[in-house]
């Protein structure tokens, strides 16, 4: 159990279609890192908000965007969906205090598109 | 760019038997080095980490790894593995850079036999 909760489980969108995925993390954790894990691959760095701000960013289109909230909870935004979107999407979250921290994640969200 | 290479994408191996799996990761900077595991329909846990120090670390659930620097290697072992143990397995490397992003491999398979 790692205190990070997602929702939804899973969720069907059409093509073209927007989605937001939600991600709860620990009380105190200021950072969260959105991972995407196609199926049969490793995870890939999205991006990555530490107090309420975009702090790095993989290689993935502005369509991909993100929300990150006092009560540290936060969001993922995938505008405009592509059938290669379809995959799983982890968000991890670590209390930042120099070095590297662990990171926490959550059970995913499983995203399928039509 | 760094990248990590997971040598094996299945490994099978008897219930107590030992098992390797084998990561190998680019850089010639500092790196922080983990494994995670992967439990069917579930999230990433993480199982051990390098960061500084002793080169062979010790995780959870009796699993041990060792850094070497020269082979640029994290090789993950356990000397004797259960039937719970199924699972796969992520290596991450991270510069320990200020976004904490984390290069994952594309994850080995753990299948025990009876």
């Known amino acids: 159990e790692t205190g990070v909760t997602q929702s939804p489980t899973h969720l069907i969108k059409t093509r073209g279609q927007q989605v937001t995925l939600r991600c709860s993390s620990q009380s105190g954790h200021n950072t969260v890192s959105w991972y995407q894990q196609a199926l049969g691959q490793g995870p890939q760095f999205i991006f990555q908000?530490?107090?309420?701000?975009?702090?790095g960013r993989g290689n993935f289109p502005p369509r991909f965007s993100g929300l990150q909230f006092p009560n540290y909870s936060s969001e993922l935004n995938v505008n405009a969906l592509e059938l290669d979107d379809s995959a799983l999407y982890l968000c991890?979250?670590?209390?930042?205090?120099?070095?590297?921290?662990?990171?926490?994640f959550g059970p995913g969200t499983r995203l399928t598109v039509l | 760019a760094q990248s990590v290479t997971q040598l094996d994408s299945q490994v099978p191996v008897f219930e107590e038997a030992p098992v390797e799996l084998r990561c190998n990761y680019s850089?010639?900077?500092?790196?922080?080095l983990f494994w995670y595991v992967q439990y069917p329909n579930q999230g990433l846990q993480l199982l051990l980490k390098y960061l500084s120090g002793s080169t062979l670390v010790k995780g959870i659930n009796g699993f041990e790894a060792e850094f070497n620097k020269s082979q640029t290697s994290f090789h993950l072992r356990k000397p004797s593995v259960h039937i719970s143990d199924t699972a796969e397995y992520f290596c991450a490397v991270s510069d320990g850079g200020s976004n904490y992003q984390l290069i994952w491999g594309a994850g080995t398979k753990l299948i025990i036999k009876p």
């Open positions: 991890a979250s670590t209390r930042r205090r120099g070095g590297t921290d662990t990171q926490y």
């Open positions: 908000y530490y107090r309420e701000e975009e702090n």
């Open positions: 850089s010639s900077v500092s790196v922080y």
